[in-house]
Nanobody
Framework: QVQLVESGGGSVQPGGSLRLSCTVS????????IGWFRQAPGKEREGLAC????????YYTDSVKGRFTASKDEAKNTVYLQMHSLQSEDTAVYYC?????????????????????WGQGAQVTVSS
């Protein structure tokens, strides 16, 4: 059974850093890519980053490129999202997800419909 569990959320001051974790079970990280999304109150879910199953290549949307980095530790079945230079607009619930369909080790477009399995989310609040 495919499962994803986020952790590491919390409150941080503007300009600060935070690292989210996504621990998976039911599959190996070399077989599936992992995407990171967020959803702020009243807004649509936004794709941020994806790391491929094979090779661990990272892809990022412009809004987080240079500030967020996705990585993984396959031995721990865990994917990370390191976030730097956080601002109030980064406040949201953050989700990790993995795609369904063929070639799941590749990163599909960062659209929520492309991902079939989701974690429960982790709240990140950036406030002074």
């Amino acid at each position: 059974q495919v499962q994803l569990v986020e952790s590491g959320g919390g409150s941080v001051q503007p300009g600060g850093s935070l690292r989210l974790s996504c621990t998976v079970s039911g599959f190996s990280l070399d077989s599936r890519s992992i995407g990171w999304f967020r959803q702020a109150p009243g807004k649509e879910r936004e794709g941020l980053a994806c790391i491929t199953g094979r090779g661990g290549d990272g892809y990022y949307t412009d809004s987080v490129k240079g500030r967020f980095t996705a990585s993984k530790d396959e031995a721990k079945n865990t994917v990370y999202l390191q976030m730097h230079s956080l601002q109030s607009e980064d406040t949201a619930v953050y989700y990790c997800a993995t795609p369904t369909g063929r070639f799941t080790y590749l990163c599909p477009p960062l659209q929520p419909d492309e991902y079939g399995y989701w974690g429960q989310g982790a709240q990140v609040t950036v406030s002074s």
